[in-house]
């Protein structure tokens, strides 16, 4: 299995509402990345998760709250979010060398 | 912090051969990276080359890498309409951080094929 599996693909919620983002893969990767990517513009990064602990928050408002219940999944709870957080989210995961960074088709994110 | 830049728009003939860009400020990046992304759709990882490396050929595909004028490119050879897509170069650092960093991205090359 050499894949990144993102679920749901497509969420709209509203500005009350509290949603999870799934993210899982099964390469034996140890590191895993959330990244946001707004339309024609590059990815950012927003968490990195290194043995399942978080190695890297880039100052990101905690209305996103990310977690990694094992070294195969990944989740990005959401809560209270604006619509100017509407964007396709991307997980990542890697071998902590860091060769060969595989990305998930992403989850994009409507906030009504 | 890294700052990796791209020309926003590359045009070129079917057939022809396309060479797409980059260049970054920080030399103790490690591994360099070519993503591919079609509208809607994720990341696709096309090739990446170690920093102690100067060139890597795979099939249609040819990284370059000049580390004295910190520049990178990606040439496609033979350029075909299933081609056009925005191409990304990114940087890691992976040494740094504990073993885990992220990637920076370019802004993007928009590939336009012209019949």
């Known amino acids: 299995d050499t894949e990144v599996t993102q679920t749901p693909k497509h969420l709209v919620m509203g500005m009350t509402n509290k949603k999870s983002l799934k993210c899982e893969q099964h390469?034996?990767?140890?590191?895993m990345y959330w990244y946001k990517q707004k339309a024609k513009k590059p990815p950012e990064l927003m968490f990195v998760?290194?043995?399942?602990?978080?190695?890297i928050n880039e100052s990101v408002p905690s209305r996103f709250s990310p977690e990694c219940p094992n070294s195969s999944l990944l989740n990005l709870h959401l809560h209270a979010l604006q619509p100017e957080d509407s964007a396709l989210y991307l997980c990542?995961?890697?071998?902590?060398?860091?060769?060969?960074?595989?990305f998930g088709s992403g989850t994009r994110l409507t906030v009504v | 912090g890294e700052d990796v830049e791209q020309s926003l728009f590359l045009s070129v003939r079917e057939g022809d051969s396309s060479v797409i860009n980059c260049t970054y400020t920080?030399?103790?990046?490690?591994?360099l990276y070519w993503y591919k992304q079609e509208p809607g759709a994720g990341l696709q990882l096309l090739t990446y080359?170690?920093?102690?490396?100067d060139m890597k050929q795979d099939q249609r595909l040819t990284v370059l890498l000049n580390k004295k004028d910190k520049h990178l490119s990606l040439r496609i050879a033979d350029t075909q309409t299933g081609d056009s897509a925005i191409y990304f170069c990114?940087?890691?650092?992976?040494?740094?951080?504990?073993?885990?960093?992220?990637?920076?991205f370019g802004k993007g090359t928009h590939l336009i094929i012209q019949p």
């Open positions: 990542a995961s890697s071998p902590t060398g860091g060769r060969g960074y595989t």
């Open positions: 390469m034996g990767h140890r590191a």
């Open positions: 998760y290194s043995y399942e602990k978080l190695s």
């Open positions: 920080d030399s103790s990046s490690t591994y």
């Open positions: 080359i170690f920093s102690n490396m």
């Open positions: 990114a940087l890691s650092d992976p040494y740094s951080g504990g073993g885990a960093d992220g990637l920076t």
